[in-house]
């Protein structure tokens, strides 16, 4: 049945427009863009494409178009140095390829090779080996059924791990085909969103990917603190690091709740330790020691404790030699140790596919998120009401959280995660000989520069278009000082309203100018892949083997100008396509020195930003660059919401299909408050499990 | 015995303790009056695990026996070749069939199916925990597991790639992958912590109340979830194993006769080289003072994509990708030199462990280290002729210095069972295994061509310079491969 509707469906495809698809756009478009290398004798790649200049042979050399599609989706023909066809035209050519060459690829050429290869052990008949039936797919429409087998496939044929050694062989071209149509059925399961899935099934996979994930140390600390009212001694927990809980961590947590509980009764132990005294002991003189435990169970469990759960610890106070109240310290102990405490638990309880986190485990996860330590008061009474399952009101408890200084603990791991910058805490530092002035405070006072700018987008209902074009800078005495600006002094941070074009935006945060640059120089490759990558998302692969640095082609041309040898190197064929991308804007910023200092000159050398793009397209400095960025608005603003989604959710994987649909009417104008709002109220912050469309793992 | 100290570190400060005798006397034997049974040294087994495979030309020794050629991967062999086994023909069936590293990374050292089902089934216990087994509760730590890439929770699949260690069929032993952390948990640091015997007591006290409240959780986690949890409590246990083992009389018949220099602790940020040497300082470290037999470390995750691009020139890509050379020149001949690195570091193990004097020996002398991968061929991923390296002598149990050639086929299990048996194991079989590894001892393996003649080149390896404890900057590193003239003459005997 499925098959007639779609043979009928193709009829009625060639005789609507197919034809005429052909005739008025897709040959015409071809031969204009592809014809000059593609065709005759010596047609680059060995792909002559004049010799489809029949429709009918057209159509009956799937094999080739699946190899034009690729090159066509990726934009990677016509090359950049050629005309360009228009996205219409593209899209024609696609469209062609879709609904005539590639009607039946399936069954006239796909099937048969895997009926050759493949079906003798991976079919009914050869017992499904590991796990695998391929005859399961009849027909091109079950293709997509597949979807998550086919990278697998097409990984262990690549690896030549299949066929096994001890059977038929393709040959060379059938493997290609096969790779080839592969890779497409691959892009093609990535970019159609065509196909809702049902969110409410959740796949064993999918499930997988849920974890209860243990505290870092800082998130440890600070849970502490809110308990205790007392500061971890330093030097007893190591710095945040994966998510290992090795022995040496448990041990070190062990000794940091012993120690601060011991603390926590000791009279001098301070105003803050007192406090949470008063509120949890002394307050409540009738109160029993299970009933002091249930409510620090309450702040450190981040939920309501049964009495069966904290009966072991009420137990340790009854058998402690201790007077009341230090007799509570092993209870203490033992609720900061028990894996309650150690991790934010999210419990599955055998509901299977009930995507919802309950109030407890939201209001941590947005706590934990927002200020790396356990809800506060108000939160937790949000919890305790169920309140906070409403939009509004989890919408309301982040931006009022958002408002909070501790809201800079996630600003800056958001800045680190955007712009890239974490390297600046490592190993990558300005040589200290020329750049006396950057020292830790320096480095401190950028990174809380960039992380100030990102919150107060997301916090004070600015648009979008801040994170390019602000007008403004937050910064402290000291970043004003290394800007120049006047009249701003001491350590807080403030709004400046700046003027002159040269800050207000990521590209003039000095944090991003010193990630990319390097030690004792700026760099314009550095810069420009900053840009393209972190900034506009766009892949640029590494460099091909065998290609000589630029620092190593340099040495035989000591008096060129950086511009000169990049234009050098450009002109290596394998180096241009990517190179011709990231110079030209690297190039705008070359004002700003490695430190991300305003520069008049470059040692004795004029300062050379001027960029020229392949299309032609030329600007200069920082006011060029700018609108650039403004009229790539949409990716940048695309780039950012994946992030700040990808740090909310603290997971990759989300559907590519839901991340269209959430992100789907972003504009340039949308406030920042409105995109935090949309991800916090999303089903990928709110659910435990979720499905993927994403292949494999 | 070490005296009574309170906390887990300042008991394996205690254990450093117990050794302390004045540096003089520290390469010398124990003076006479040391009971001679007591101090006879126990064996001890250290398992490194390289990932991607080998480039076999380059790894294959064409003669066999003791004049065994040193193909371009293995010629940082050289100095130590007398204290070597290359094997030839061992097999792991139960991975000739099954996705990519996967299904044969997590039974490397079990031998048996990987199931990637919802749940991560290694099929048995590895060899490493099954000796581990034997000797629980005579050493403060049960085993010491190695690695440098942080796991990630995930699914079977994706955790198949990362453990190689098992206590049982689903129950993986995670990894240390930090060395400064590692290097904490051998070394006490200076910390403070209460110093009584109450002190401990309580602490015991607690952390048994944590595992038994943890009961009550498990059962409402998933799978990853249990993972995590697991690795959680497992580690809450060895803390408290680590206490408890202090708190009762030392179990240990053996009193290391040398004591190691104080340490230092691994640098602050580590390059790759640094990060490999540290770790395998620390397995030195665990077997000198006999805080543990039993030790692996993962010089990386399977399926690793690790740039060498810092260590290796030329080498600015993914590890994974050179290994599917896929018949490329160039290809090929970054992912033999990738390989070669790793096989100098298994070298600069060997050797620390040669220079360590004990119980009238080298501590190389009784010890048993492995080398090996998941596969062979890392272009196209078989399970046979896997590319394994024995060192050290068993405690007279094993000659060194040759190439074992075997039949195919012969299952690696039988290598594992044999090493087992040596150390007290008492299970006839191990995973696939038919019988324990002949030859080991002496003789040629059953159904092997006769030895090729030794040649005469061999002489020339003391040349070649050591890996030197202490790191160094990259460019002298590559001068110290073993490139020299003599060496290579030795592969083209």
Redesign the interface.
């Known amino acids: 049945m499925i098959l007639i509707l779609l043979l009928a469906g193709g009829l009625l495809a060639d005789l609507a427009g197919g034809e005429t698809a052909w005739k008025t756009t897709v040959w015409p478009t071809l031969s204009r863009f592809c014809l000059d290398c593609h065709s005759g004798d010596k047609a680059k790649g060995g792909l002559d494409l004049a010799l489809l200049a029949d429709e009918k042979q057209a159509k009956d050399r799937p094999d080739l178009w699946l190899k034009i599609a690729r090159q066509l989706d990726r934009k990677q023909m016509p090359p950049a140095t050629s005309p360009q066809p228009m996205d219409n035209e593209r899209k024609a050519i696609r469209t062609w390829i879709d609904q005539s060459a590639h009607a039946d690829i399936y069954n006239k050429r796909i099937k048969p090779l895997l009926t050759r290869y493949c079906y003798d052990c991976h079919s009914p008949g050869g017992g499904n080996k590991g796990g695998v039936n391929l005859s399961y797919i009849e027909t091109q429409a079950e293709v997509g059924n597949l979807a998550k087998l086919w990278p697998t496939v097409q990984q262990v044929i690549k690896d030549n791990e299949m066929p096994p050694k001890n059977r038929p062989e393709p040959s060379p071209s059938e493997r290609e085909l096969l790779g080839h149509w592969l890779t497409y059925q691959i892009d093609l399961q990535q970019v159609d969103c065509t196909k809702k899935t049902d969110t409410a099934t959740m796949s064993k996979a999918a499930a997988s990917h849920t974890w209860s994930r243990p505290l870092s140390s800082t998130e440890y600390a600070n849970t502490i603190t809110a308990l205790l009212g007392v500061d971890v001694p330093a030097g007893v927990l190591s710095k945040d690091g994966d998510s290992s809980l090795s022995p040496i961590i448990i041990d070190e947590r062990l000794d940091a709740a012993v120690l601060s509980v011991d603390r926590f009764f000791a009279a001098d132990a301070g105003v803050a330790a007192k406090h949470q005294r008063d509120r949890l002991i002394n307050g409540r003189p009738s109160a029993s020691a299970a009933a002091v435990l249930s409510d620090a169970a309450r702040i450190v469990w981040r939920r309501p404790a049964a009495s069966a759960e904290v009966a072991k610890a009420a137990q340790k106070v009854a058998a402690s030699a201790a007077t009341w109240p230090a007799s509570l310290g092993d209870g203490l102990v033992l609720l900061l140790m028990s894996p309650n405490c150690q991790m934010l638990v999210e419990p599955v309880d055998g509901r299977k596919g009930q995507a919802l986190r309950d109030p407890y485990a939201l209001a941590a996860r947005l706590s934990y998120l927002l200020w790396q330590e356990p809800p506060d008061p108000p939160l937790s009474a949000a919890a305790d009401s169920k309140a906070i399952l409403a939009d509004d009101e989890i919408a309301a408890q982040a931006a009022r959280m958002l408002r909070d200084p501790r809201s800079i603990r996630f600003a800056r791991r958001l800045a680190r995660n955007y712009l890239g910058i974490a390297v600046l805490g490592g190993a990558k530092l300005p040589d200290p000989k020329r750049f006396p002035q950057f020292d830790e405070a320096l480095r401190q006072s950028m990174e809380d520069e960039a992380a100030h700018f990102l919150m107060s987008i997301l916090r004070d209902g600015r648009p979008l278009s801040d994170l390019v074009d602000a007008g403004y800078v937050w910064v402290d005495g000291r970043m004003a000082k290394h800007y120049g600006l006047p009249g701003v002094t001491g350590d807080g941070f403030r709004k400046v309203a700046v003027r002159d074009g040269q800050r207000g935006g990521i590209a003039g945060l000095a944090a991003v100018l010193t990630a990319t640059s390097y030690p004792g120089r700026t760099s314009v490759v550095m810069r420009g892949k900053w840009l393209v990558e972190q900034i506009l998302g766009d892949d640029i692969p590494p460099p091909p083997p065998n290609v000589p640095t630029l620092e190593e082609s340099a040495a035989d041309n000591a008096n060129m100008t950086m511009r000169q040898r990049l234009e050098q190197h450009r002109r290596k064929p394998e180096c241009a396509s990517c190179h011709q991308r990231m110079d030209p804007l690297g190039f705008c910023l070359e004002k700003y020195d490695p430190i991300g200092r305003i520069r008049t000159t470059d040692g004795s050398l004029p300062i050379d930003d001027r960029a020229e793009l392949i299309s032609g397209e030329s600007f200069t400095g920082m006011d060029g660059l700018r609108t650039y960025l403004r009229s790539n608005n949409q990716k940048i603003i695309d780039r950012f919401s994946r992030k700040l989604l990808g740090q909310i959710c603290e997971r990759g994987g989300i559907p590519e299909c839901d991340i269209r649909d959430l992100f789907a009417d972003l504009s340039p104008a949308t406030t920042g408050d409105a995109l935090f709002r949309r991800i916090v109220t999303s089903v990928h912050f709110r659910q435990r499990f979720f499905t993927t469309d994403s292949p494999g793992r | 015995m070490p005296t009574l100290q309170p ?3 300042a008991m394996l400060r205690g254990t450093f303790a117990a050794l302390a005798l004045p540096w003089m006397e520290s390469l010398q034997p124990l003076a006479a009056g040391e009971p001679v049974a007591a101090s006879k040294p126990p064996l001890r087994l250290g398992i490194c695990y390289f990932p991607n495979g080998v480039h076999p030309p380059s790894w294959y020794p064409k003669a066999t026996g003791a004049g065994f050629d040193l193909p371009f991967s293995l010629e940082p062999l050289a100095p130590v070749r007398d204290d070597v086994l290359v094997f030839s023909g061992l097999d792991k069936a139960a991975s000739h ?4 590293h996967a299904a044969k990374t997590a039974n490397v050292l079990t031998g048996f199916q990987v199931s990637l089902g ?1 749940e991560l089934d290694a099929g048995g216990p590895s060899i490493d925990q099954a000796v581990a087994a034997v000797h629980a509760g005579r050493t403060p730590l049960r085993s010491l597991e190695l690695g440098l890439d ?9 955790l198949a790639h990362h453990l190689i260690s098992w206590q049982a069929p689903k129950r993986p032993v ?1 990894r ?3 060395p ?3 290097w ?2 051998l070394n006490g640091s200076g ?1 403070t ?2 110093a009584s015997r109450a002190a401990a007591t ?2 015991v ?3 048994d ?2 595992l ?3 009961k ?2 498990t059962p ?6 249990k993972m ?2 697991g ?3 497992d ?2 246990r ?2 408290e194993a ?1 206490l408890a083992f202090i708190q009762r009389a030392d179990p240990r018949e053996w009193t290391p006769t040398t004591k190691p220099e104080p340490g230092q602790p691994p640098p602050a ?1 580590p390059t790759h080289a640094q990060q490999v040497k540290a770790m395998l300082d620390l397995m030195v470290l665990a077997f000198w003072t006999d805080a543990t037999r039993v030790a692996t470390f993962m010089f990386a995750s399977d399926n690793s994509h690790r740039n060498f691009g810092a260590i290796i020139p ?1 080498a ?2 993914s590890h994974h990708e050179f290994s ?1 050379y ?1 018949g490329e020149k ?2 090929a001949g ?1 992912f033999k030199q990738i390989v070669r690195w790793q096989v100098e570091h298994y070298v600069y193990l060997i050797q620390r462990l040669a220079a360590i004097k004990e119980g009238g020996g080298r501590l190389l002398d009784h010890s048993v280290l492995l080398f090996g991968s998941g596969f062979s061929d890392g ?4 399970a046979n002729n896997l590319p394994f390296i024995l060192a050290g002598r068993g405690g007279g149990s094993i000659a060194t210095g040759r190439h074992l050639r075997y039949l195919d086929g012969t299952p690696l299990c039988n290598l594992y069972l044999a090493i087992g048996k040596q150390m007290g194991m008492t299970a006839e079989k191990f995973g696939d295994s038919t019988g324990p590894l002949p030859a080991l001892g002496g003789g040629e393996p059953p159904g092997a061509p006769a030895p090729s003649p030794k040649p005469p080149e061999s002489k020339a390896k003391t040349e070649d310079k050591p890996i030197p404890a202490e790191s160094k900057p990259k460019p002298q590193e590559s001068k110290a491969l073993p490139t020299s003239g003599p060496v290579k003459a030795a592969t083209k005997p």
Do not use: C, F, W
Request: hydrophobic share 25%; net charge neutral; proline share 4%.
């Open positions: 906390t887990r570190r069939r099954g996705d990519g919802s942080p796991l990630y929770p995930g699914d079977s699949h994706h995670m240390e992958t930090d400064m952390r590692a904490r948990r910390e912590g209460p309580r602490r006290s607690l952390l109340d944590v038994a409240d943890a009550g959780l409402r986690l998933g799978y990853a979830d995590k949890l690795e959680y409590l580690s809450v060895s803390v680590e940020n030329g600015d890509g599917h896929n160039n290809r970054i272009n196209s991923h078989q």
